[in-house]
Protein backbone atom coordinates (compact mmCIF):
# COMPACT_ATOMS: atom_id res chain seq x y z
CA UNK A 1 0.00 0.00 0.00
CA UNK A 2 1.75 3.62 -0.63
CA UNK A 3 -0.46 6.67 0.20
CA UNK A 4 0.38 10.31 0.32
CA UNK A 5 -1.22 13.59 0.94
CA UNK A 6 -0.83 15.62 -2.80
CA UNK A 7 0.73 18.70 -1.05
CA UNK A 8 4.21 16.38 -0.44
CA UNK A 9 6.46 17.17 -2.64
CA UNK A 10 10.49 17.08 -3.07
CA UNK A 11 12.68 19.80 -3.26
CA UNK A 12 15.56 21.76 -2.70
CA UNK A 13 16.97 21.88 1.21
CA UNK A 14 19.32 24.28 1.76
CA UNK A 15 21.15 22.65 4.55
CA UNK A 16 20.76 19.04 3.13
CA UNK A 17 19.99 19.29 -0.72
CA UNK A 18 16.58 17.12 -1.27
CA UNK A 19 13.81 16.94 1.21
CA UNK A 20 10.72 16.73 1.44
CA UNK A 21 8.17 19.20 1.68
CA UNK A 22 4.45 20.55 1.33
CA UNK A 23 2.60 23.18 -0.44
CA UNK A 24 -0.03 23.16 1.87
CA UNK A 25 -0.39 22.97 5.44
CA UNK A 26 -0.82 19.98 7.41
CA UNK A 27 -2.15 19.48 11.06
CA UNK A 28 -0.80 18.20 13.97
CA UNK A 29 -1.67 14.06 13.89
CA UNK A 30 -2.24 14.24 10.01
CA UNK A 31 -1.44 10.85 8.13
CA UNK A 32 1.51 12.04 5.66
CA UNK A 33 2.52 9.15 3.87
CA UNK A 34 2.25 5.68 3.66
CA UNK A 35 5.47 3.93 1.96
CA UNK A 36 5.88 0.34 1.11
CA UNK A 37 9.69 -0.80 1.78
CA UNK A 38 11.86 -3.30 0.14
CA UNK A 39 13.48 -5.49 2.96
CA UNK A 40 16.83 -6.96 2.70
CA UNK A 41 18.24 -9.45 4.36
CA UNK A 42 21.07 -9.29 6.78
CA UNK A 43 23.61 -10.19 4.12
CA UNK A 44 22.88 -7.05 2.26
CA UNK A 45 23.38 -4.99 5.04
CA UNK A 46 27.20 -4.84 4.77
CA UNK A 47 27.04 -4.39 0.84
CA UNK A 48 24.38 -1.03 1.12
CA UNK A 49 27.57 0.45 3.13
CA UNK A 50 29.44 0.62 0.68
CA UNK A 51 26.86 1.98 -2.08
CA UNK A 52 24.97 5.67 -1.95
CA UNK A 53 22.06 3.84 -0.48
CA UNK A 54 23.77 3.69 2.85
CA UNK A 55 22.49 7.34 3.50
CA UNK A 56 18.92 6.15 2.33
CA UNK A 57 17.78 2.53 4.23
CA UNK A 58 16.18 1.83 7.68
CA UNK A 59 17.19 -0.49 10.15
CA UNK A 60 14.56 -3.06 9.75
CA UNK A 61 12.98 -6.31 11.89
CA UNK A 62 12.81 -6.40 15.71
CA UNK A 63 16.59 -7.49 15.98
CA UNK A 64 17.65 -4.68 13.31
CA UNK A 65 19.83 -7.26 11.74
CA UNK A 66 18.14 -6.43 8.55
CA UNK A 67 17.44 -3.36 6.54
CA UNK A 68 14.92 -1.85 4.00
CA UNK A 69 14.61 1.01 1.73
CA UNK A 70 11.39 3.01 1.61
CA UNK A 71 9.75 3.63 -1.83
CA UNK A 72 7.91 6.49 -2.27
CA UNK A 73 9.59 9.78 -0.39
CA UNK A 74 10.49 7.24 2.67
CA UNK A 75 13.85 7.58 2.31
CA UNK A 76 14.68 11.37 1.73
CA UNK A 77 12.68 12.93 4.61
CA UNK A 78 15.48 14.55 6.30
CA UNK A 79 16.99 14.53 9.70
CA UNK A 80 16.21 16.85 12.93
CA UNK A 81 16.23 16.59 16.51
CA UNK A 82 13.40 18.15 16.84
CA UNK A 83 11.40 17.28 13.94
CA UNK A 84 8.11 18.50 12.70
CA UNK A 85 7.01 14.26 11.82
CA UNK A 86 7.58 11.04 13.35
CA UNK A 87 7.46 7.92 11.35
CA UNK A 88 5.99 4.35 12.66
CA UNK A 89 7.21 0.79 10.65
CA UNK A 90 4.88 -1.99 10.47
CA UNK A 91 7.08 -5.10 9.76
CA UNK A 92 3.84 -7.79 9.09
CA UNK A 93 2.72 -5.15 5.98
CA UNK A 94 6.21 -4.14 4.89
CA UNK A 95 5.21 -0.45 5.63
CA UNK A 96 6.89 2.82 6.89
CA UNK A 97 3.94 5.59 8.03
CA UNK A 98 4.51 9.33 8.35
CA UNK A 99 2.92 11.63 11.19
CA UNK A 100 2.74 15.32 11.39
CA UNK A 101 4.22 16.01 15.09
CA UNK A 102 3.11 19.84 14.96
CA UNK A 103 0.98 22.11 12.26
CA UNK A 104 3.67 21.90 9.12
CA UNK A 105 3.09 25.17 6.99
CA UNK A 106 2.70 25.26 3.51
CA UNK A 107 6.77 25.36 1.98
CA UNK A 108 7.78 23.94 5.30
CA UNK A 109 10.17 20.97 5.10
CA UNK A 110 9.44 17.87 6.64
CA UNK A 111 11.69 16.55 9.09
CA UNK A 112 12.40 12.91 11.03
CA UNK A 113 14.47 11.99 13.59
CA UNK A 114 16.71 9.66 12.66
CA UNK A 115 16.78 7.55 15.75
CA UNK A 116 13.40 6.52 15.48
CA UNK A 117 12.28 7.56 18.41
CA UNK A 118 11.25 11.64 17.82
CA UNK A 119 12.14 12.58 21.63
CA UNK A 120 15.72 10.64 21.47
CA UNK A 121 18.24 13.28 20.76
CA UNK A 122 21.35 11.26 21.02
CA UNK A 123 24.00 11.89 18.09
CA UNK A 124 23.14 10.16 14.42
CA UNK A 125 25.89 8.72 12.40
CA UNK A 126 26.84 11.63 10.81
CA UNK A 127 27.18 14.06 13.66
CA UNK A 128 29.23 11.59 15.53
Not at 88 to 117: H, M, Q
Request: with cysteine.
Amino acid sequence: MMQRIPSVYIGHSARKGRGVFTSAPIEEGDLIEICPVVVCGEDDLPLIHKTKLHDYYFLWGDDEKKCAIALGYGSLYNHEYKPNARYEVDFEEETISFYALTSIKAGEEISVNYNGDWEDHNPVWFDK
